[in-house]
Every structure is written in C-alpha cells, then in structure tokens.
C-alpha cells in the first residue's frame, strides 16, 4: 500500500496531481486546508492538502482464505480454522465486550485525523509494502499472545462485520491482510486504521456517469424488477438536467409495467425534458438520430427474472444495438434489502448481458451493509451511487467508500 500527500490551489487539482503520479486508481483519505510557511504567508490562500492511498492488485485480489491467521486465545494458534466452536467464542467474547465496542465507535468517529496522526509518524520511513514483506515469527502452540488490546480488536471486528452481513470468507481475507503487518506490540490505532485503510481500498473509489467525448452518452440502467430503477433514473437525471444544467432524454423499454412508463413520463414533464417509449431496436436507432444534440440518454428497462434466458438474449441485443455509434455506460440497480444468494444469481445473469456499475437503492430499509463489499468484491464492479429513500431528487448520493466502511466496523450511522 502507497500513502501519499498532495498539495494544490483546490482540492481538484490535488488530487489531479495524485492520479498524474500514482494513477487513476488511487483512494482519497482525507482533505484538509493548511497555511503556507513563510514571513509573508499570512498574505497568501491557504493550500488544500490531499491525502490519499494505492493498494496494488496483487494485495487487493489476493485470494481469500478460510483459516484465521491471528491468534484470538491461548487455546487458539495461527492456524486454527474458522469452526462453529470459534465462532461462538467471538459472538461471547463481543457480548461481553460492549465497552470496548463503543470505544471503537467514538474512535471511528475521529478516525480521518487518526489515520493523518499515523501517516505523519511515517512519512520517513520505508512505505507499508515494504514492512508487509518482513516475515514475522510465528507463534509457538502454547505461547500467548502480547497484545490483548489487539486480541480483543480483532475478535470484535470479525463479529460486528459478521453482523453487518459481511460474507466470512471476505472477513477471512481482512484478517489476513491484517495478520501480515501486525507486530506484538503493535498499538490499537494503527490495527484500527489499517482495517479501515484497506477495506476502503477494497471498494474502490466510487465512478460517476461521465460525458461522451463527443455526442450523446447512453445510460442503460437495469436490474430486477422492485428495487427502483425508475426513481433512480428521475433523481439522477434531475441532477444532470437541473444542476448541472445538462440536456437529458427520458427513454423506457420497460413496455410490461404501464405505471413505470407513465411514472417516469411524469418526472419528465416536471424536469421539461423528451419522453420515448422504445419498443423496438430501430425506435432506438431513431431516438439517438432525434437527440443527438442532447447529452445523455437514460434509458429505463424492464426487469426479468435472472433464470429466464430469451429474456437476457433479448435484453443483451438491446443493449448493444448502438455500440457502434454512440459512447454508453450500463448501472445494474440493486436492492440492498435482497438476500446475498440472490444477489449473486442476479449479478451472475446481467454479466452475461454488459459489464456494469453498481448501484444500490432502499439503503434507510436495512441496517446492514455487508452486502455492498460482497458485491462489490465478488463482481469486481464499482459502486456508482447509493440511494436511501422516495424524495427526489434528495435521497441519493454518491458512493462514500469512507462512511461505508465507518458503518460496517461499528461507527455511528450518519
């Protein structure tokens, strides 16, 4: 892992500097204001500082493993496996620990200046890649473990992503990760904020809908029938066309449900923006020859059930019939109120159709996450835009890695 900082007139342009040097890949950690140094600084705009961090692939998809590499008791070694009996010693240990978990919270809470407290300490030092590399001395069966601060962090962890609905052979992977920088005496803030740096890095940074380089882009937007594809599209095309003052169209292929069409042609006529109903491949040819001007087209489509396979032949060639002559992004809408194995079947069957973005709706409708890093690691796709309720366009967002994981490692609901 890289952790850098940068310096510029706004927080743009810092980070512009980040990806130029380290790539588009990079996660931005935290951003603050600091005065320049000088006899005359007092005159001059203070800079914005942006701190931010790189994990290379081979750490980021480093393959999971079912054995806990941490040592939680004097009866448990390195390599003692996940088993029911283990894990009913850590739901134990967590009720007994409700203290220590609120502990963890408050210190969730300042966990941005935690995180610039340790990269300070560091910023001479060989980077987290290097020390990563050192082996460190295993255990012997019988010895116990040093740092039962860090014992008892690891052991709450593991339960409270389980409880978040984490899925364990991702938990497996964190607590490995961590296992390999971890030292004896290593302090209970730095094992905190590496958990935090590393799963934020693990979702990625969020990714936008972007401008064609030259005509109108294409937004296809599909999914499951239920989970709110149509709201979705009315709050983020009242973003493009009201704040951002972007010329937007109105598409739905969704023919089966009447009232979607009609709900969308409403949000339509309030935003003074083109509606099309598209039956057929050739109307969509013909609606990207009538809005060719503009400069996106969100186009709405019907669910179907992800086991019916003339369906997702059919979805699949509407959803290519313009690769040739127009730019087009596909965000596959989920609710994050769908159990896990369902969600898996689901982003299954619409990757045989496009490659796809992530967005998650009927976020206030649940009180565990787990299952945006689930998907999020399963697929290999990134998380665009969250939703959390009916308002539009109010009750939308983009994707904050940072918050995500704040919630899945017990901080504060914001």
Excluded at 104 to 123: A, M, N, R, T, V
Excluded at 221 to 241: D, E, H, M, Q
Aim: glycine residues 4%; hydrophobic residues 35%.
């Amino acid at each position: 892992m890289i952790i850098k900082k940068y310096q510029g007139k706004t927080e743009e342009e810092a980070t512009e500097l980040a990806k130029k040097e380290l790539g588009e890949g990079i996660i931005v950690m935290n951003v603050k204001n600091v005065k320049k140094k000088g006899l005359f600084a007092f005159l001059q705009r203070p800079l914005v500082e942006v701190t931010v961090a790189l994990e290379e692939e081979t750490e980021r998809f480093a393959p999971a493993r079912r054995d806990m590499q941490v040592p939680l008791s004097g009866n448990l070694t390195k390599n003692t496996p996940l088993t029911s009996a283990w894990q009913k010693q850590v739901a134990e240990a967590s009720e007994k620990s409700s203290t220590e978990m609120d502990a963890i919270g408050e210190k969730l809470d300042s966990l941005q200046s935690l995180l610039e407290q340790q990269i300070q300490k560091k910023q001479n030092q060989e980077t987290e890649k290097e020390a990563e590399s050192v082996p460190e001395k295993p255990l012997k069966q019988d010895e116990e473990p040093k740092n039962a601060e860090l014992v008892k962090f690891m052991k709450l962890m593991y339960n409270m992503m389980l409880e978040n609905e984490v899925d364990e052979k991702y938990i497996n992977q964190i607590m490995d990760e961590i296992e390999k920088v971890h030292t004896p005496n290593m302090p209970f803030d730095y094992a905190l904020a590496n958990t935090y740096q590393k799963m934020i890095l693990k979702f990625g940074p969020a990714t936008e809908i972007t401008a064609a380089g030259k005509g109108p882009k294409v937004i296809y937007f599909v999914g499951p029938t239920g989970v709110g594809k149509t709201t979705t599209i009315a709050k983020l095309a009242s973003r493009f066309s009201v704040d951002e003052k972007k010329r937007v169209a109105l598409l739905t292929a969704d023919t089966y449900r009447i009232a979607a069409a009609e709900q969308l042609k409403t949000y339509a006529s309030i935003l003074e923006a083109p509606f099309r109903v598209i039956y057929t491949i050739e109307e969509m040819e013909s609606a990207l020859a009538e809005f060719k001007d503009y400069d996106y087209l969100f186009v709405d489509t019907a669910g179907h059930s992800h086991q019916n396979q003339a369906q997702k032949e059919a979805m699949s060639a509407f959803v290519h019939c313009l690769d040739e002559k127009v730019e087009k992004e596909v965000y596959l809408v989920l609710s994050a109120t769908t159990k896990y194995r369902d969600l898996l079947s689901i982003a299954d069957s619409y990757k045989e159709i496009a490659d796809y973005r992530l967005i998650f709706t009927k976020l206030d409708e649940t009180s565990a996450y787990g299952n945006l890093l689930n998907l999020g690691l399963y697929t290999g796709a990134s998380i665009s835009y969250v939703t959390y309720g009916q308002n539009v366009p109010e009750d939308m967002e983009k994707f904050n890695p940072q918050k995500t994981v704040k919630q899945l490692l017990g901080g504060k609901k914001q």
